[in-house]
């Protein structure tokens, strides 16, 4: 009989679930609320002492089920739990959540703001009111996409301002500029497999490199043998001049040995090197010298001589004036200066025969001799 009741009981909670169709949130247990635990063993106490009035195992089996089954909903009322919410204390805790998810702000009171700027443009005209013109747009965006840096616009703001640059002659497409460099006369070179020292590198890195070797014979053979590049060159001697501004103006190009003359014809040959007697216009005295470059006057074009200026003992400073110098003086004894002057060809008097006692004394007679270099610092 207590069987029969209860299998009428749950016929009629099926029934009460299939006719009242309520949205509600499914119970989910939680580890810290004990409430729903609770009235979930008070309700199997109370079906066991039911089912066990009749003294009967399968009744309190059945009872078990009952509640099982009580507990499950049915797949059509299981809904998203965004639908409905009840008033569940454990649902509490989420709402308590969110109320603290706004205040992060403080955390991040220190962090600097960026694209903060507080610089309004107000332009007219269809790109307005942040630009210009649409020229202005195009090239923001361009430089904006691409990353372009300050050297590579500079180039390109001189390649569309060129008088002779045509939009109308612009490819459409990068392979069309490319293609052009298979025309180009090309200065070949060549490669070398080299070994690389694996110490202190990375694993992955490779043993072996190419060395490139661009041959410096072939690239001045190229140069000199472009006729337009050759009408601007110039390979003569150094030229003297006040306002140096050319190469060819420099102390490098003037002892160069590979440009200029390295004689002249007077009454005798003089070459690079040669010690002279010459006539000083400033002291109005005879001088000695050596040649050590042939120039030419950038005005006049005349031949002149670069000379490093060799003292007597009368000429030194009177710090150097001892008596030991002096009797070397007579002896022959000239001395040596890292200064120097131009002096016109007509200046030259005659060549002198010295030895520069650091070297090898020379066959021929000579009158003086060289064992001291004076230097000038600060005059």
Same mark, same amino acid.
């Given at each position: 009989?207590?069987?029969?009741?209860?299998?009428?009981?749950?016929?009629?909670?099926?029934?009460?679930?299939?006719?009242?169709?309520?949205?509600?949130?499914?119970?989910?247990?939680?580890?810290?609320?004990?409430?729903?635990?609770?009235?979930?063993?008070?309700?199997?106490? $109370?079906?066991?002492?039911?089912?066990?009035?009749?003294?009967?195992?399968? $009744?309190?089996? $059945?009872?078990?089920?009952?509640?099982?089954?009580?507990?499950?909903?049915? *797949?059509?009322?299981?809904?998203?739990?965004?639908?409905? +919410?009840?008033?569940?204390?454990?649902?509490? $805790?989420?709402?308590?959540?969110?109320?603290?998810?706004?205040?992060?702000?403080?955390?991040?009171?220190?962090?600097?703001? +960026?694209?903060?700027? &507080?610089? &309004?443009?107000?332009?007219?005209?269809?790109?307005?009111? +942040?630009?210009?013109?649409?020229?202005?747009? %195009?090239?923001?965006?361009?430089?904006?996409?691409?990353?372009?840096?300050?050297?590579?616009?500079?180039?390109?703001?001189?390649?569309? =301002?060129?008088?002779?640059?045509?939009?109308?002659d612009v490819p459409s497409s990068l392979s069309t500029v490319k293609k052009y460099r298979d025309g180009l006369p090309l200065l070949p070179? #060549?490669? !070398?497999?080299?070994?690389?020292?694996?110490?202190?590198? *990375?694993?992955?890195?490779?043993?072996?490199?190419?060395? %490139?070797?661009? *041959?410096? #014979?072939?690239?001045?053979?190229?140069?000199?043998?472009?006729?337009?590049?050759?009408?601007?060159?110039?390979?003569?001697?150094?030229?003297?001049?006040?306002?140096? !501004?050319?190469?060819? !103006?420099?102390?490098?190009? !003037?002892?160069?040995?590979?440009?200029?003359?390295?004689?002249?014809?007077?009454?005798?040959?003089?070459?690079?090197g040669d010690f002279i007697l010459y006539y000083d216009t400033r002291t109005r005295k005879m001088c000695h010298g050596q040649i050590i470059l042939i120039l030419r006057v950038d005005n006049s074009q005349d031949t002149c001589l670069k000379i490093e200026c060799?003292?007597?003992? @009368?000429?030194?400073?009177?710090?150097? =004036?001892?008596?030991?110098?002096? /009797?070397?003086?007579?002896?022959?004894?000239?001395?040596?200066?890292?200064?120097?002057?131009?002096?016109? %060809?007509?200046?030259?008097?005659? #060549?002198? @025969? /010295?030895? %520069?006692?650091?070297?090898?004394? *020379?066959?021929?007679?000579? =009158?003086?001799?060289?064992?001291?270099?004076?230097?000038?610092?600060?005059?």
């Amino acid at each position: 009989m207590n069987n029969m009741n209860l299998r009428q009981t749950r016929a009629d909670q099926q029934e009460h679930h299939d006719s009242d169709f309520c949205l509600r949130k499914p119970k989910r247990s939680r580890t810290k609320n004990s409430s729903s635990n609770i009235s979930r063993h008070t309700r199997l106490d $109370d079906a066991t002492t039911s089912a066990n009035t009749g003294n009967s195992n399968s $009744d309190s089996l $059945d009872a078990q089920e009952y509640i099982q089954e009580e507990n499950i909903i049915s *797949p059509q009322l299981q809904l998203n739990e965004n639908f409905y +919410y009840d008033n569940d204390d454990g649902d509490n $805790d989420n709402i308590d959540d969110f109320s603290n998810f706004g205040n992060t702000e403080s955390e991040f009171d220190e962090q600097e703001e +960026y694209d903060g700027n &507080k610089t &309004k443009y107000y332009f007219s005209g269809s790109t307005g009111p +942040y630009f210009t013109n649409f020229t202005i747009f %195009l090239l923001f965006l361009w430089i904006t996409k691409h990353q372009i840096g300050l050297e590579a616009y500079k180039d390109f703001a001189n390649i569309v =301002k060129h008088p002779e640059f045509n939009p109308k002659d612009v490819p459409s497409s990068l392979s069309t500029v490319k293609k052009y460099r298979d025309g180009l006369p090309l200065l070949p070179f #060549k490669g !070398h497999t080299v070994t690389i020292n694996n110490c202190n590198a *990375p694993s992955t890195s490779n043993p072996t490199r190419q060395a %490139l070797i661009f *041959p410096l #014979k072939n690239i001045l053979h190229r140069v000199l043998s472009n006729p337009q590049l050759r009408e601007h060159m110039y390979f003569g001697p150094g030229i003297y001049c006040e306002n140096k !501004h050319e190469i060819w !103006h420099g102390d490098h190009w !003037h002892k160069s040995p590979l440009f200029g003359d390295v004689n002249v014809k007077l009454n005798n040959v003089y070459n690079l090197g040669d010690f002279i007697l010459y006539y000083d216009t400033r002291t109005r005295k005879m001088c000695h010298g050596q040649i050590i470059l042939i120039l030419r006057v950038d005005n006049s074009q005349d031949t002149c001589l670069k000379i490093e200026c060799i003292l007597e003992f @009368n000429s030194l400073p009177s710090i150097l =004036k001892s008596r030991q110098r002096n /009797v070397a003086s007579q002896n022959g004894y000239l001395w040596m200066t890292d200064n120097t002057i131009i002096i016109s %060809l007509a200046n030259v008097k005659s #060549k002198v @025969n /010295v030895w %520069l006692m650091d070297i090898n004394e *020379p066959p021929i007679n000579y =009158k003086y001799s060289i064992e001291e270099i004076v230097y000038y610092i600060d005059n």
